[in-house]
């Protein structure tokens, strides 16, 4: 069972930036390709990025792309979310998650993380 712990939420003033991590509690997490989800209060779980076990073929929604970067650490066990330029919109809480394949859907993804707040101030 793989844990996911996610840190680097905060509040920040639009144009802003802030990276996101998300530690594993074990090595296997190498073997599932990883990605970045959020929720905005009242609204359902929506894709941010993903990028394969290896660290290749980023994946970014459309929403974020040319803003967000997403990153992998396999020695440490850790992805990150870089996140600058940011916007209002862009307010939610973020979710990393680990998968068995390469998807854009939360059904795909096999373990999740908790959650942290990012909150953007206009």
């Known amino acids: 069972q793989v844990q996911l712990v996610e840190s680097g939420g905060g509040l920040v003033q639009a144009g802003g930036s802030l990276r996101l991590s998300c530690a594993a509690s074990?090595?296997?997490?190498?073997?599932?390709?990883r990605g970045w989800f959020r929720q905005a209060p009242g609204k359902e779980r929506e894709f941010v990025a993903r990028?394969?076990?290896?660290?290749?073929?980023?994946y970014y929604a459309d929403s974020v792309q040319g803003r967000f970067t997403i990153s992998l650490d396999n020695d440490k066990n850790t992805t990150f979310l870089q996140m600058n330029s940011l916007k209002p919109e862009d307010t939610a809480v973020y979710y990393c998650?680990?998968?068995?394949?390469?998807?854009?859907?939360?059904?795909?993804?096999?373990?999740w993380g908790q959650g942290t707040q990012v909150t953007v101030s206009s």
């Open positions: 074990e090595g296997s997490v190498t073997k599932y390709a």
């Open positions: 998650a680990a998968s068995r394949l390469v998807g854009v859907t939360t059904f795909q993804y096999d373990y």
């Open positions: 990028i394969s076990r290896t660290g290749s073929n980023p």
